[in-house]
Every structure is written in C-alpha cells, then in structure tokens.
C-alpha cells in the first residue's frame, strides 16, 4: 500500500502564487509517476500536471506557462508551483502517484478569491 498527502493548499488572492506538496510513503517504487489532478464543484476531476517515470512532463492547456510540476524522486515527493494563479483555478487539488498501481490523496482545496 501507498499513502498520498497533499499539502500547501489555501486562500490566495488573484495573481499570487502557491506551492502544493505531494508525499508518497510505504511501498514505494524507485520508479513512478505522480501527477495533479482538479475538480471544480460539480465537475468529474481533470488533469491538471503530470510527470511521468521517465520524466516528461504534460500540462493542461489551461494551466501551461503558469504551473510548474516537479519531483524528488529520491523522496517519493512532488510538487506542483502554482504562479499568477486566477479565479477560475479555485479547486480541490488531488495528488496521485504511479507505480504498479495508482494511489491518491484526499485532496487540498485552492481559492483564488479578492
């Protein structure tokens, strides 16, 4: 088994910026993929960033040029740099990590609000 904790959500005013965290622990893979997901009220959950085994990064349209995904492989943490971030990015953020098998967290909740 695989826990996921997500962190560093919170209330941010538009253009601000914020850092979530992502720690996976227990059977850990040396080689695994972790990624962010979203989910409006209402909405089915939509990828936001992802970061492959390899390496390779995949963004969302929405979110490229704005987000930065990146990870520390030899700690099973990732992170997602949320930067001029706006109202429309207001969410619960749900982290997921890839190994054999996929696992994710509860979710951290974002709001972009004046």
């Known amino acids: 088994q695989v826990e996921v904790v997500e962190s560093g959500g919170g209330l941010v005013q538009p253009g601000g910026t914020l850092r979530l965290s992502c720690k996976a622990s227990g059977l850990i893979s040396p080689y695994y993929g972790m990624g962010w997901y979203r989910q409006f009220p209402g909405n089915q959950r939509a990828m936001v960033a992802e970061i492959k085994a390899d390496g390779a990064t995949n963004y969302a349209d929405a979110v490229k040029g704005r987000f930065t995904i990146s990870r520390l492989n030899a700690y099973a943490t990732g992170y997602l740099q949320m930067n001029a971030l706006k109202e429309e990015d207001t969410a619960v953020y749900y982290c997921?990590?890839?190994?054999?098998?996929?696992?994710w967290g509860k979710g951290t909740l974002v709001t972009v609000s004046s």
């Open positions: 997921y990590y890839k190994g054999s098998r996929t696992f």
